[in-house]
Every structure is written in C-alpha cells, then in structure tokens.
C-alpha cells in the first residue's frame, strides 16, 4: 500500500519560513519524480516544484528563489524549504510521486497571514 504523509504546514507571518516533508512508503523511493502542489482555496491545483529521480529540479515561476526542494532517498522523504513567504502561498500542500502510476498524499495546510 503506497502511502505518501505530508508534514511541516501551519501559520506563519508574511516573510516567515516553513520546511515541509513528505515521508513515502509502499513504493521504490529513488525511482520516482516527487513533486509538491498546492492547491488554493476557488483554485485550481498548481505544480510548486519537481525533483526527478535523477535531482533535476523545476520550480514554478512564482517561487524561484523563495523555495527550495530536495530529496533524501535513504529516507524515502522529499523536502520543501519555503522562506519569504507570501499571503498568496497560502493552501493546502501535496505531495505527489510519478513514474509509470501516480500517487498523493492528503496534503498540508500552509497559512500566511499577519
């Protein structure tokens, strides 16, 4: 069974920091792309960052520079590093695994707010 548990959400002030994970079971870790998305209250779910399984990394336009993904494949968990955060980073957080099927978790939710 292929489990994919997000964690590191909450409330943070506009410029803060949050370090997400993502803690994967059930599936060969080291051979699948992980990604973070994140999903907007009235919209629609949006791609944050890509790590393939080879370290190639892809970060949408609206966070190059603030974010930072990584992987750590001894421990089946990929990382997102947020800092300068936004109010419109605020949603909920998922984590997601792609080779040949796809997989996510329930998700995480990020708050930016004064």
């Known amino acids: 069974q292929v489990q994919l548990v997000e964690s590191g959400g909450g409330l943070v002030q506009p410029g803060g920091s949050l370090r997400l994970s993502c803690a994967a079971s059930?599936?060969?870790?080291?051979?699948?792309?992980m990604g973070w998305y994140r999903q907007a209250p009235g919209k629609q779910r949006e791609l944050v960052a890509i790590i393939t399984s080879t370290g190639s990394i892809n970060y949408a336009d609206s966070v190059k520079g603030r974010f930072s993904i990584s992987r750590d494949n001894a421990k089946n968990t990929v990382y997102l590093q947020m800092n300068s955060l936004k109010p419109e980073d605020t949603g909920v957080y998922h984590c997601?695994?792609?080779?040949?099927?796809?997989?996510w978790g329930q998700g995480t939710q990020v708050t930016v707010s004064s």
């Open positions: 997601n695994a792609h080779y040949f099927s796809k997989f």
């Open positions: 059930g599936i060969t870790f080291s051979r699948y792309a």
